[in-house]
């Protein structure tokens, strides 16, 4: 019978050892979290995320721009660090990534136009040249000029009876929006209007709602 409470005891006793000795915190255990953000425009690894590391551990990272985006700011705990590099864990940390977009009107886009007089047209609209001025076309016969200025736009479509002119700003790398007049070339009336754009995927449909937009 002593032997068995003997043995009982001794069990017990190692038991709780293992059991309240054995477990150790996370920082106990060496092990410390690694959390990135990526922001809009940013590629790269390691991805958005929380992972754990111990103590000396190197992580090797790399982030770069994606397309249409400027301006890359790299961060650990806070601090600028360079775009590549490897981290040494000695605690938690977090890397945090930021970038400007840069508006690239370029290319081709469906521009919605609705005016005062309650006409409105759906055409498409092409901007050739670089990412500052070009020029532009309309596939309704319209020619004319652009300018953006970090998200603002404007461009002008000249037409044999009617000058388009508008006014707008991104709304996020694929989308426009903005003010718009229509002057007629032979009666000088000017009707104010609205527009909107979004870049084409691929080749849109020319189609005008109301006519073309060179008709008086």
């Known amino acids: 019978m002593k032997k068995l409470l003997i043995i009982s005891f001794f069990t017990a006793v190692i038991t709780g050892v293992l059991f309240f000795g054995g477990c150790k915190s996370a920082d106990e255990a060496g092990e410390f979290t690694l959390t990135i953000t990526l922001s809009a425009g940013v590629a790269g690894t390691p991805d958005s995320g929380t992972d754990y590391y111990n103590s000396g551990d190197q992580v090797p990272y790399e982030y770069t721009l994606k397309e249409n985006y400027s301006t890359l700011s790299v961060k650990l705990d806070g601090q600028e660090i360079d775009s590549e590099g490897t981290i040494v864990v000695t605690g938690d940390h977090s890397i945090t990534t930021s970038a400007i977009a840069e508006f690239n009107v370029m290319g081709a886009w469906t521009l919605t136009e609705a005016y005062s007089d309650n006409r409105t047209f759906t055409v498409t ?85 109301q006519g073309n937009k060179g008709q008086d």
């Open 125 to 209: 609209v092409t901007f050739t040249g670089v990412r500052e001025n070009g020029a532009v076309v309309d596939s309704d016969g319209g020619t004319g000029t652009y300018a953006v200025d970090s998200s603002a736009v404007t461009f002008t479509l000249q037409f044999p009876n009617a000058t388009y002119e508008y006014t707008g700003n991104f709304s996020s790398v694929d989308g426009l929006s903005g003010t718009c007049t229509r002057t007629s070339l032979t009666t000088n009336e000017e009707l104010a209007g609205n527009w909107t754009a979004a870049r084409n995927a691929a080749a849109a449909v020319t189609r005008s709602d």
